[in-house]
T-cell receptor, first 115, second 109 residues
Framework: DAGITQSPRHKVTETGTPVTLRCHQT?????MYWYRQDPGHGLRLIHY???????DKGEVSDGYSVSRSKTEDFLLTLESATSSQTSVYFC??????????????FGPGTRLTVL | KNEVEQSPQNLTAQEGEFITINCSYS?????LHWLQQHPGGGIVSLFM???GKKKHGRLIATINIQEKHSSLHITASHPRDSAVYIC???????????FGQGTRLTINP
């Protein structure tokens, strides 16, 4: 299994509080991704990173920010959590092969509930 | 309309049956992925392909670039194959995936 962990695995918080989710990898992969998974929507990209301090938005980035200060860690922050951000969050990593992102390896997921 | 469409959304079959899950996409891609997600959440990459066919054990994935269509086949299905199967495409020129909504497969003994 690819060395990718997420913390916390479960979190319950209240509306308006800040929340930070951590993704940690030991594979030294260049690309890291944050997704959310909701019934009826499948997996949707929130933000991704293509290197230290290099990040870009995905299709559902509103209300989220990310940071990547070192290769192994990619943080997802909800500055002020809302109930619509209740979801399961997955981190994934991949590496470039022949100039193209290779298969993605997924973390175990974080179940976030915003009351 | 979603860029990636899977069919069927739900599929129930008996053990031993041959299973086919379909994926159609409407954008230019550089690769297509098939993923598996068991109850409890873990997501595993099954295949990444950009042409032709790949086989791993009882699983076979095919892709037709001209028709923008891929299929995932499972031969001699088993209850442990019960999972959600997700198709995802790597958009041409980008390094990010767009996902289908998944196909929930249930194999009854």
């Amino acid at each position: 299994d690819a060395g990718i962990t997420q913390s916390p695995r479960h979190k319950v918080t209240e509306t308006g509080t800040p929340v930070t989710l951590r993704c940690h990898q030991t594979e030294n992969h260049r690309y890291m991704y944050w997704y959310r998974q909701d019934p009826g929507h499948g997996l949707r990209l929130i933000h991704y990173s293509y290197g230290v301090k290099d990040t870009d938005k995905g299709e559902v980035s509103d209300g989220y920010s990310v940071s990547r200060s070192k290769t192994e860690d990619f943080l997802l922050t909800l500055e002020s959590a809302t109930s619509s951000q209740t979801s399961v969050y997955f981190c994934a990593i991949s590496e470039l092969v022949a100039g193209r992102a290779n298969e993605q390896f997924f973390g175990p997921g974080t179940r976030l509930t915003v009351l | 309309k979603n860029e990636v469409e899977q069919s069927p959304q739900n599929l129930t079959a008996q053990e031993g049956e041959f299973i086919t899950i379909n994926c159609s996409y409407s954008v230019g891609i550089s690769a297509l992925h098939w993923l598996q997600q068991h109850p409890g959440g873990g997501i595993v990459s099954l295949f990444m392909l950009s042409s032709g066919k790949k086989k791993h054990g009882r699983l076979i994935a095919t892709i037709n670039i001209q028709e923008k269509h891929s299929s995932l086949h499972i031969t001699a299905s088993h209850p442990r194959d019960s999972a959600v199967y997700i198709c995802a495409v790597l958009i041409q020129g980008a390094q990010k995936l767009v996902f289908g909504q998944g196909t929930r497969l249930t194999i009854n003994p």
